[in-house]
């Protein structure tokens, strides 16, 4: 019982910390292809170039504050007090935990959030759903 508890306690902050690597990794290249198709036209978002890429730019500088962490950490703490092995849990609690950032930087601003272009929200949910999903591979199964 003790050794099991301890391996979990070793487990879960290295899962988490894979996780997150993940999640950053598919932010930045799906921003960046984002962003790519818009200078080149090839954008279906009908939002501005400029508009897109500053917003995008400015949702990625608020992920490396710690208020970004807080939804995700409220769904891994959730999902092991509960002992949730759904994979189905995880993925889009990771979706959802990170398409709250958008709504947390912008609390004070809430005429601001209708505003933002939709592929930001698209971006950052893809981003989250596999960033939950690979936390479910390394530790949530076993919850």
Same mark, same amino acid.
């Given at each position: ?17 894979? $996780?997150?690597? =993940? ?6 290249? @799906? ?11 090839? $954008? ?15 949702? #990625? ?11 995700? @950490?409220? =769904? ?17 609690? #990771? ?11 912008? =609390? ?36």
């Amino acid at each position: 019982m003790f050794w099991r508890t301890l391996g979990r306690l070793i487990l879960l902050p290295i899962a988490f910390l894979i $996780s997150v690597a =993940v999640t950053g990794y598919i932010l930045v290249t @799906l921003g960046l292809e984002h962003i790519t198709q818009a200078i080149h036209g090839r $954008s279906d978002g009908g939002a501005e170039v400029a508009t897109t890429i500053l917003e995008l730019f400015w949702q #990625g500088s608020l992920l490396l504050s710690g208020l970004s962490l807080l939804p995700a @950490l409220a =769904v891994i703490v959730i999902g092991e007090i509960a002992r949730i092995r759904s994979w189905l849990y995880y993925m889009i609690g #990771g979706g959802l935990a990170l398409a709250c950032v958008p709504l947390l930087t912008r =609390v004070d601003q809430i005429d601001e959030i209708a505003k933002l272009p939709p592929i930001v929200w698209q971006v950052f949910a893809t981003a989250g759903f596999a960033g939950g999903l690979v936390y479910w591979l390394i530790a949530g199964r076993k919850a």
